[in-house]
């Protein structure tokens, strides 16, 4: 087995790295049984030893492997959630026309989507009173360090953190009302906006990747290497902004499904098949 080559600027232990992804999402490894041991790997590439290593810690870093001490490398198990990010418009009057995918969807989005998939998803909910971001209050017609209501959820799913999601609202907007509250809301957050006639019809999605910070690390537990897919919604009714909601997705567990344009056809269309996660190729 030889190591495919390169440019010049590429050195060994990348490209041992990138032959080893490939057989990773080809579905040579499986997560039942450890991957070739150090001194295998060396005979099979013709490499030294260090440049074995170097191109595991490479895979080590970005979330695909992980080493059980005692036990050997192995893939690491990440079930990959599709969480679909657009939903219908709700109807403002009955005379309206009948609802259109957009980008405005519930939280019980999320315990659909769980519950299609056989696991079992937990949220802890906590709320905060704090200075307004300067990108949050801009969103949100503010004047930056005003004082914003903010709801936090810590979704986990099968006890594996999954996703830090935080509503702001404005606090003039919050007082007063449930959102003030510590708890899960029956029917969302979206039933009491409804109720103060400030329905969401639409909204503006930005997606950025960046790696997390030291407590978004600590608490996603996911590989040094292993980025943040970060979701930033802004919510409009009629009048403007509702609210702004940034949701933090771990990038080797979540997956953001969006529509566009007509999708009628669709639902006369057999489901595609979802993409294969190469960490789970072969598994039982």
Known sequence: MTIPRGTAQSPKYQRLAADLRRRIAEGEFTTAAALPVESELERQYGVARNTVRLAVDVLVNEGRLVRLQGKGTYLREHPVLDHRAYGPVPRLEPQDPAPLDCLATPSAVYRGE?????????????MMIVRARVDIAERLGLRPGEAIVVRRQLRLLDREPYSIEESHYRAGLAAG????????????????????????????????????????????????????????????????????????????????????????????????????????????
């Open 114 to 126: 769980a519950d299609d998939s056989g696991r079992e998803l937990t949220v802890d909910f906590e």
């Open 177 to 284: 009302t449930p959102l003030m509250e510590p708890d899960q809301i029956d029917g969302g957050d979206e039933a009491v906006l409804a109720a103060l006639g400030r329905t969401e019809v639409g909204a503006v999605d930005h997606l950025v990747a960046r790696m997390p910070g030291p407590e978004e690390a600590q608490w996603f537990q996911g590989g040094p290497g292993v980025p943040l897919v970060v979701q930033t919604r802004v919510t409009y009714d009629r009048r403007g902004p509702v609210r702004v909601i940034e949701t933090r997705y771990s990038a080797d567990r979540s997956r953001l499904v969006y529509g566009v344009g007509d999708l009628a056809a669709r639902t006369t269309l057999p489901a595609p098949a979802a993409p294969v996660d190469p960490a789970r190729a072969d598994a039982p």
